[in-house]
Structure formats: C-alpha cells, structure tokens
C-alpha cells in the first residue's frame, strides 16, 4: 500500500460523538486526500492537502474537518458523528506534482450507530 | 456535471475466459484515464493511465483502450485468473486535475 497506514482499520461509534481517522505516509509525498467510499457510490473526495497546514474541501465536505501538521501526517475529523457518515474512508497521497497516480491506503471501516 | 459511468455493474466469469469492462464519461476538459484494481478490502491500485494521444495501454493480461471522441473506454481481462476477482474502476481527470471516480464493476472469477 505505498507507504500508506491508516489507523484505526475498523471503529465502531455513536451518534453525536467525535471521531478521528488518522493517515501516515512514508514516501514524503506533497498532496493527501481523503476519499469515502459508499456501496453504487464512486469514491468521493472529503478533503485534501497540498501541503503542511494547506487544505481544501471536495465534494463531500460538510461534517468533517482536517488538520496537517506534519508532512506524513493527515487527520480527518467527524465533528458530531451521524449515521450517514458510516462508510469506509480511504486515504490516498501522490506528488511531487498534483497530475500524478495517486496511491491508497488500506481503508477505515466506520460504523455510526 | 462531470460524470464516469460503469458498466456492467458486476459480472461473473470462469477462470480461464476474457471479459472485457467498459468506461463511458463526460469529464470536460478531459486529461487522463486510469483503470484502478480494488481487491476486496483493500485501497485501489492502478493499472493504467492513458492520456488524450493514447489508445491503448497494456499491463500484463489487461488491456485498456481509450477512444477520446466518444468519450469511452473499456478494459479487457485476457485468461482470466481467480486472482481477477475484485472491483474495477475507471477514473478520470480533468485538466483541473480533479478526479471523477466511477462506481466500479466487480468481477467474481469462478473456477
């Protein structure tokens, strides 16, 4: 998986209680995202970075924020969580420029009761 | 609305056949085109990137055609194995660099 972990794999939580997903990289790449991916869904981009402290909303934004601090490190944060936020959460890297492959981690499998 | 849509949806085949997956999308300005292979609970991983020039790119047993008129692609699985056996997506980019993912086509390959 590229020098990508993600942690936790699976979490169970519930309703109305924060949540943060973490994403580690090795490879010193520029740009981070953050996918979640729904069953008849494509992956749909939450947010992303391009760069420490610079960040960017996708498509899917509302209800989660990120924060990076560090190169290798890119977290996603479930303010209040809600049912409709369980999914599985895939975080991909790619550089030294934004064109190229992007490269994903192993996935979090959340569950919101 | 850029879009990528996938088809069929799922598909079942004995190991040792071809099959062949197609792409259609409306991403204008249009970049490039990857095919991605997502085993089951894991992450996607790449398999080819075409860009506008390109009508085919092979890697090993999969062969994926692009034709930028129309606007399609497809991807073809030659012998298939069991190993075949996941999800596969197209995706494609805009010259924005955004990414428009489709909802992908699983293959069960059956010996």
């Known amino acids: 998986d590229a020098g990508i972990t993600q942690s936790p794999r699976h979490k169970v939580t519930e309703t109305g209680t924060p949540v943060t997903l973490r994403c580690h990289q090795t490879?010193?790449?520029?740009?981070m995202y953050w996918y979640r991916q729904d069953p008849g869904h494509g992956l749909r981009l939450i947010h992303y970075?391009?760069?420490?402290?610079?960040?960017d909303k996708g498509e899917v934004s509302d209800g989660y924020s990120v924060s990076r601090s560090k190169t290798e490190d890119f977290l996603l944060t479930l303010e209040s969580a809600t049912s409709s936020q369980t999914s599985v959460y895939f975080c991909?890297?790619?550089?030294?420029?934004?064109?190229?492959?992007?490269?994903f981690g192993p996935g979090t499998r959340l569950l919101v009761l | 609305k850029n879009q990528v849509e996938q088809s069929p949806q799922s598909l079942i085949i004995l190991e040792g056949k071809n099959c062949t997956l197609q792409?259609?999308?409306?991403?204008?300005?249009?970049?490039?085109l990857r095919w991605y292979k997502q085993d089951t609970g894991r992450g996607p991983v790449s398999l080819t990137i075409?860009?506008?020039?390109?009508n085919t790119k092979s890697n090993g047993r999969y062969t994926a055609t692009l034709d930028a008129d129309t606007k399609q692609s497809s991807l073809h699985i030659t012998a298939s194995q069991l190993s075949d056996s996941a999800s596969y997506i197209c995706?494609?980019?805009?010259?924005?660099?955004?990414?428009?993912f489709g909802a992908g086509t699983t293959v069960t390959v059956r010996a």
């Open positions: 991909a890297i790619s550089g030294p420029l934004i064109q190229e492959t992007q490269y």
């Open positions: 490879e010193n790449h520029r740009y």
């Open positions: 970075s391009y760069g420490v402290k610079d960040t």
């Open positions: 792409c259609n999308y409306t991403v204008s300005p249009f970049s490039n």
């Open positions: 075409m860009t506008f020039s390109e």
């Open positions: 995706v494609v980019s805009a010259s924005d660099y955004k990414l428009s």
